[in-house]
Structure formats: structure tokens, C-alpha cells
């Protein structure tokens, strides 16, 4: 790849078999995803940010490259994060992925004019590529799409369009509604990079909770006058067991899950992210594959509680629950 | 020869006797048209008389209607007096209303706004409260794991 990219598609992962092995969850969507902006002429990058890697597993940064040969380092960008950042940022033990952190550090280091942070298990629908490769997104905008759940266990062998807008495959097909367009909002969140940075990514100020962070992200964007809009199609996501989605009602106390307090007030109260978000004091090394590790210092670290971080946005949406 | 004779009797102011049968005759039949007259202008005049007291009672009637009328209209114009000043009265009162509608309404449209305000404050206060609660947690099990000898 030369220059600057027109897309980085930011995703967060580790090894841990959550939803199944890494070959389903992430290959096969990061194959699919690449083939079809490759196919309609959409210069990319796809910054892989692994975070807390599990000891005693090989790292999905060693692991992936062998299967796609075609991208290089460059356009297949992996960063490492040591482990002990997941336990120096952490505020809440049960939370064992920072997501949103992790995301935020692939987002400081995206070169892409347009940043996507989405998840491994999402593929692209036919509109979004569309969309990207018609050049006419808006700057200073939030683009969203709808994640249509394909139905579990669905063969992913040659998986196609064809075969995800089928209406027969869907599990569930939202409608977002304005104006937040809130609604698996982790899985599709496309602005210009500088929007990003001038939002300084995701909430990294309250880290008790992994869930309600991207809708945080959109009440940050809209109170800061951004402009939300949907994309014009959705995206897909291959139901998994153990996605929020389909697990949180088996938890009875909205605390005590690996997501944090399910009901902080995430739709209320924002966040002013420190000059170091994306831990850009981290200290980067290239090692021998192309993979960025980024060692442990607690220069990095923001501190463990900055409440003055802790603000109202300036407008809120109307209707909101409290 | 009976046309001389009538003119001498004519002469000296005699009639023959058939002339005078003629003019009794006629005077009789004029005598019975006089009093047939004088029957048909009698029961007129009865006509008329009825009449008359039939037009003086129905005038009497509506002078009489008049007079209430009138005495209504003086009960309805004192009344309509009455209704105005009400109508003074109440629009008066209305208007103290609405103002006091329109009063009510901008406090409560502040309070509400007031509301809202302390509601987001609260809503940052326990995301704070969290935080503080989250990191003595975190803290507090940092301390333990060191605060004890390894074996």
C-alpha cells in the first residue's frame, strides 16, 4: 500500500475462543470484508489491536498472517498490548476486555482518512462498500449501520451477499431511529479520523463497564454537534454463543456481568479523554513479523479515578430514559 | 176626449183617480224601499258596531301587550346591565387567570428545566460515586496482594 488509506477498519480481539475459534469469528469475516472492498477499489487498512493476549496461546497476530498472504504489514497492521495495562486501566475486575480501550488504541494509530471500529465478526453489507467506494461520506459525521444477526451456526464456506441479505437467514433485522441511530453500535461506528481525535475516541475515563461505551461515543459525538447518520444498509454478524446480546439476560444482577454495570448512565454523562488517550505514551517496538507491541509503562496509564473527566454533554437527545 | 179632461182637472190641481192610485202605489213602493234601506243601514250600522268593539279590544289587547312588552324590556335591559357588568367581572377575572396560567407555566417549564439539570448532575454525581467505589475496590485488592509475605 502506498499513501494514505481511504479506510482503517479498527478491531479488537484476543484469543480467548470467545464465540468460537478465531478461524470463524475473525478470519473468515476479515477474509470476506477485504475481498469486497478489494473487489470495488477501497485502498484500506485493517489494524488488528490484541489486547491482554491470553498466556500460553499463540497470539492472533502470529496466527492470522499465514492466512492472508495477500495483505502485507502495512494494510494488515497488528498491535499488540501488553497484559498489564487490561490490569493497571482496570476498574472493575470483572470487565476482563477493555474493548473500547483497545479500540481507542487501534484509533490513535489509524491512518485511514475514514476510521471504521467494528468487531471481528462483522461483515460488510453490499451498501457500506458501496458507500465507501463512492467516496461521498461526509466529513464531521458518524456513519451507522443496522446489524442483521445471521442465524447461529450458519455455514460460513463461501458466504456471499447473496446469501446474508437473504431475509430467511436473519435472526433479527433492527431499524435505527434518529437521532442517535443507537443500536449494535459497537459493531459499526465510521467517521473521518479527525472526528475521532477531536472526539478523543471512546469514554477511557470510566472503564467499570464495557457495555454502553459506543452509546456513550454517540452522545459524546451528538453533544458535541456531530452529525449521526445511517450509512444506508446494514451489516452482519454471525449469532455467536456468549455475544452480549444473547447472554446478558442470564445474568440476574445488571453488575455482576463481564460487561460491567449493564445500567450505568452511559445515555447521560460523558467523558473528556486525557491528552494520552489510546495510550500514546505507550512505548511501541516493531517485532520481527511487523506486529507493533506496545510494552508496559506507567507513563502511559492514566490515573485510576479523574472525576473532572466526568462531564455532561452540552446537548442531550430528546426522549432519552434517564 | 179623457186627455182634455185631464188637462182641465191638471189645470185647476186635480188628479184622476187612476192618477192617484199610480202615486199611492208609488209611494208605498218607495215607502217599503225607504224602510228595506233603512234595515240594511241598521244592520250595517250593527256590523260596524261589532266591529268596532272587536278592533277596540284586540287594540286594547295589544296596547295592553305593549305595556308588557315595554315593562320587559325595561326588566331586560336592567338585566342586560347586570349580565355586562358580569361579563366585566369575569373577563376581568379570566385575564387574572390566564396570567396566572402563564405564570405557572413558565415555573413550571423552569422547574422542569431545574429538574433536568439536577437529574444529569445526579447522573454524573453516581458515575463519580462509581468510579470512587470502583477504584477502592481495585486499590483495596492491590493493597491485599501485597500487603501479605509470598510463601
Known amino acids: 500500500m502506498s499513501g494514505i488509506p481511504a479506510l482503517s477498519i479498527v478491531v479488537a480481539s484476543r484469543n480467548d475462543d470467545y464465540g468460537g475459534s478465531y478461524t470463524d469469528r475473525i478470519l473468515k469475516p476479515l477474509q470476506f470484508n477485504c475481498e469486497r472492498l478489494t473487489e470495488h477499489g477501497v485502498s484500506f487498512e485493517v489494524i488488528l489491536v490484541e489486547w491482554d493476549p491470553v498466556p500460553g496461546r499463540p497470539l492472533l497476530s502470529e496466527l492470522l498472517p499465514p492466512e492472508l498472504p495477500d495483505m502485507t504489514a502495512s494494510v494488515f497492521r497488528r498491535i499488540v498490548v501488553a497484559s498489564e495495562y487490561q490490569a493497571a486501566l482496570t476498574q472493575n475486575p470483572r470487565v476482563r476486555f477493555l474493548e473500547y480501550l483497545a479500540k481507542n488504541v487501534g484509533v490513535r494509530r489509524a491512518a485511514g482518512t475514514f476510521v471504521l471500529t467494528t468487531n471481528g465478526d462483522i461483515m460488510l453489507g453490499r451498501e457500506v462498500v458501496r458507500a465507501l467506494a463512492a467516496g461521498r461520506l461526509a466529513p464531521r459525521t458518524v456513519y451507522r449501520a443496522p446489524r442483521y444477526d445471521v ?12 446469501a ?27 467517521a473521518d479520523r479527525d472526528t475521532y481525535h477531536w472526539l478523543r475516541g471512546f469514554n477511557e475515563v470510566y472503564r467499570a463497564a464495557r457495555s454502553g461505551i459506543d452509546f456513550n461515543f454517540l452522545v ?12 444506508g444498509g ?31 448512565h452511559s445515555r447521560h454523562v460523558v467523558y473528556s479523554n486525557g491528552d494520552g488517550w489510546g495510550l500514546s505514551d ?17 507513563k502511559a496509564v492514566p490515573p485510576l479515578v479523574e472525576l473532572r473527566r466526568v462531564v455532561l454533554p452540552s446537548r442531550q437527545p430528546e426522549g432519552l430514559r434517564a | 176626449m179623457k186627455a182634455t179632461i185631464r188637462k182641465i182637472l191638471a189645470g185647476i190641481g186635480l188628479a184622476t183617480a187612476a192618477q192617484v192610485r199610480h202615486a199611492a202605489a208609488q209611494a208605498q213602493q218607495s215607502a217599503r224601499k225607504a224602510d228595506q234601506r233603512m234595515a ?59 396570567t396566572q396560567v402563564r405564570d405557572l407555566k413558565e415555573r413550571l417549564d423552569e422547574a422542569r428545566r431545574v429538574t433536568t439539570v439536577a437529574r444529569q448532575h445526579l447522573m454524573a454525581t453516581e458515575v463519580k460515586l462509581d468510579l470512587i467505589e470502583a477504584a477502592v475496590q481495585v486499590l483495596d485488592a492491590r493493597t491485599r496482594e501485597g500487603a501479605l509475605p509470598r510463601s
Do not use: C
Open chain 1, 164 to 190: 446474508l441479505e437473504d431475509p430467511a437467514n436473519h435472526d433479527r433485522r433492527p431499524t435505527l431511529r434518529p437521532p442517535l441511530y443507537n443500536g449494535g453500535t459497537g459493531d459499526f461506528l465510521l
Open chain 1, 220 to 231: 459524546k459525538a451528538y453533544g458535541g454537534g456531530v452529525a449521526i447518520a445511517e450509512i
Open chain 1, 282 to 298: 505507550a512505548p511501541a517496538r516493531q517485532l520481527a513479523d511487523g506486529t507493533t507491541y506496545l510494552d508496559f509503562d506507567w
Open chain 2, 40 to 98: 240594511r243601514l241598521r244592520t250595517s250600522a250593527e256590523g260596524w258596531k261589532q266591529r268596532h268593539e272587536e278592533t277596540s279590544k284586540v287594540a286594547a289587547e295589544w296596547k295592553h301587550a305593549a305595556v308588557d312588552a315595554r315593562a320587559n324590556v325595561e326588566r331586560a335591559t336592567g338585566r342586560l346591565e347586570q349580565v355586562q357588568a358580569h361579563v366585566v367581572e369575569w373577563k376581568a377575572r379570566a385575564e387574572a387567570l390566564a
Open chain 1, 234 to 264: 446494514p451489516v452482519y454478524h454471525i449469532n455467536h454463543v456468549g455475544s452480549m446480546r444473547i447472554s446478558k439476560a442470564l445474568y440476574t444482577s445488571s453488575t455482576e456481568t463481564p460487561w460491567g454495570n449493564l445500567r450505568w
Open chain 1, 151 to 162: 442465524k447461529l451456526g450458519i455455514d460460513q464456506t463461501g458466504l456471499n451477499w447473496e
